[in-house]
Nanobody, 128 residues
Framework: QVPLVESGGGSVQAGGSLRLSCAASGYRFTNVCMGWFRQVPEKEREWVAVLYAGGTSPHYIDSVEGRFTVSHDSAKDTLYLQMNNLKPEDTAMYYC?????????????????????WGQGTQVTVSS
């Protein structure tokens, strides 16, 4: 099992910003699907922002387009999610995830069944 460790969650007011980080031990985010998912109680985990095509192409769910930015720092081998203009509906547990193979399409990268490794989650709470 590859440990992925998220950090950066917290509580903010609507309109605020947070940056989530995801680091791995004994694993490299190289030529794999990688990204961020979120889950609220009683609902399925949904994809939020993913990178495909070797980490060069981002893909966002419509509700966060223009507000969130997913990126990978190859020097630090860390995955990030910059979240701006946060809304109460963004409140959720956020998980980073990584696959073991290359993702060619956004559809592939947004399918949670493609991912083998998951972090423990970090809570994001946005108050109105």
């Amino acid at each position: 099992q590859v440990p992925l460790v998220e950090s950066g969650g917290g509580s903010v007011q609507a309109g605020g910003s947070l940056r989530l980080s995801c680091a791995a031990s004994g694993y490299r985010f190289t030529n794999v699907c990688m990204g961020w998912f979120r889950q609220v109680p009683e609902k399925e985990r949904e994809w939020v922002a993913v990178l495909y095509a070797g980490g060069t192409s981002p893909h966002y769910i419509d509700s966060v387009e223009g507000r969130f930015t997913v990126s990978h720092d190859s020097a630090k081998d860390t995955l990030y999610l910059q979240m701006n203009n946060l809304k109460p509906e963004d409140t959720a547990m956020y998980y980073c995830a990584a696959s073991t193979f290359y993702c060619y399409t956004p559809q592939q990268a947004s399918d949670r069944n493609q991912y083998k490794y998951w972090g423990q989650g970090t809570q994001v709470t946005v108050s109105s």
